[in-house]
């Protein structure tokens, strides 16, 4: 290989540890259409940078390598990743949530995802302390009521759209747009909710359920024990993760929504612990397989 091809990979190298780092990660699909080359680059590089120790590789793309316990990846670098696991996520939570019923939407990207789904159910309840998620239930009034953009504006109302009473608790605005701390706490302590969507920065046997955010492990406990029944959204990423503060048990689960890329011996471990586990986006078994 010539010293100027040797250039050029080592500058393109430097692109691919930018973004991943800029962005918290990024996928192979993404970097190939930023670069302009192909998907087998993209892994030479991404497997090149891993064996100096300067990215993580994981499924479909890269993270950074080494993070902290106490690092909070910020909403715009987390909703970047897994886009299609997280629909298929929101498309299986959303059919848990029944027309009439209080619901909870705890913060992160996934749970925006799902509330996005959930604007066709109607009349619903939602306490939220994530500003995004707020965000697209008051956009969706406005457009129903012809009243600025959103979806569907100037098409009239579909099915649910703006019907949901929202309820957005105060706090303080951490990194992922979620509000934390004792004004959150007290709101969410005196309701009661039917069902609670709970996202999660990391999932595992011994941790429980966890994030990076001591304010927001106490919110999420007060979530917790104000719901009758607990569905964590995860994608299949967040399994083996641990943060700093753990705010729930498995235990305290009573559904765990993930996508098909959630591995094997994840599965296994499953069988023996009590949430529910729902695979979205996997396509049933071949009878004649």
Not at 39 to 55: C, H, K, N, S
Not at 58 to 73: F, L, Q
Not at 205 to 222: F, Q
Request: aromatic letters at 4%; a negative charge; zero cysteines.
């Amino acid at each position: 290989m010539s010293d100027n091809q040797n250039l050029l990979a080592e500058q393109r190298r430097a692109l691919i540890l930018d973004e991943v780092r800029r962005r918290g990660g990024a996928r192979v699909n993404e970097l190939t259409r930023k670069l302009n080359v192909s998907d087998m680059t993209v892994r030479r590089d991404l497997d090149a940078l891993a064996r100096q120790g300067m990215v993580e590789k994981v499924h479909g793309g890269a993270v950074p390598v080494g993070e902290p316990s106490a690092h909070e990846p910020g909403f715009e670098a987390k909703s970047a990743l897994e886009l299609s696991a997280k629909e298929d996520i929101a498309r299986a939570a959303a059919a848990m949530a029944a027309p009439g019923s209080a619901i909870a939407l705890a913060g992160g990207t996934t749970a925006y995802a799902l509330a996005q789904r959930l604007l066709d159910v109607p009349d619903l309840t939602v306490v939220t302390n994530s500003v995004r998620v707020a965000e697209v239930f008051y956009t969706a009034q406005r457009a129903a009521a012809g009243g600025g953009p959103g979806p569907g504006a100037g098409a009239g109302p579909g099915p649910g759209t703006g019907s949901a009473t929202v309820v957005l608790t105060g706090g303080v605005r951490t990194p992922s747009d979620t509000l934390v701390g004792p004004v959150a706490d007290a709101a969410i302590r005196s309701l009661h909710f039917d069902v609670l969507f709970l996202g999660v920065h990391g999932i595992s046997v011994e941790a429980g359920l966890s994030t990076p955010n001591l304010a927001e492990a106490e919110t999420n406990r007060h979530f917790v024990r104000s719901a009758r029944r607990v569905v964590v959204v995860a994608d299949h990423t967040k399994w083996g993760t641990v943060g700093l503060s753990s705010f729930a048990t498995l235990d305290e689960v009573d559904v765990l929504v993930t996508d098909a890329g959630l591995p094997a011996e994840a599965r296994a471990e499953f069988v023996e612990l009590p949430p529910e586990l729902v695979v979205a986006g996997e396509r049933p078994a071949d009878p004649e397989s």
